[in-house]
Nanobody, 129 residues
Framework: EVQLVESGGGLVQAGGSLRLSCAASGFTFEDYGIGWFRQAPGKEREGLSCISGKDGSTSYVDSVKGRFTISSDNANNLVYLQMNNLKHEDTAVYHC??????????????????????WGQGTQVTVSS
């Protein structure tokens, strides 16, 4: 069974940090990109970052560059999102998702601005101001 399970959310003060984890199972990790997304109440889902299971290459949207870092542990099919200097506006449900890697320009890559196939249930992040 293809499955993604997030953990690590919680309540944190503005300026604090959290590390989210995404445990993947049921598919060949190296063939997929794993992305992190968030959805705040009343807002559309926002893609944040992704990492290639093949070579660890990453992609970020501008709004989180410099504050969020995505990483992976391929041996254990885990993907992390380290979030630093959190702001109240980062409050949202955070999801990880998986999609087959894209191919272009002679290389495989991922992007958070794409349709993802498999989704986790999400973990709540609340940043108090």
């Amino acid at each position: 069974e293809v499955q993604l399970v997030e953990s690590g959310g919680g309540l944190v003060q503005a300026g604090g940090s959290l590390r989210l984890s995404c445990a993947a199972s049921g598919f060949t990790f190296e063939d997929y990109g794993i992305g992190w997304f968030r959805q705040a109440p009343g807002k559309e889902r926002e893609g944040l970052s992704c990492i290639s299971g093949k070579d660890g290459s990453t992609s970020y949207v501008d709004s989180v560059k410099g504050r969020f870092t995505i990483s992976s542990d391929n041996a254990n099919n885990l993907v992390y999102l380290q979030m630093n200097n959190l702001k109240h506006e980062d409050t949202a449900v955070y999801h990880c998702a998986a999609a087959p890697l894209l191919y272009g320009g002679g290389d495989y890559y991922c992007t958070p601005l794409y349709d993802y196939d498999v989704w986790g249930q999400g973990t709540q992040v609340t940043v108090s101001s």
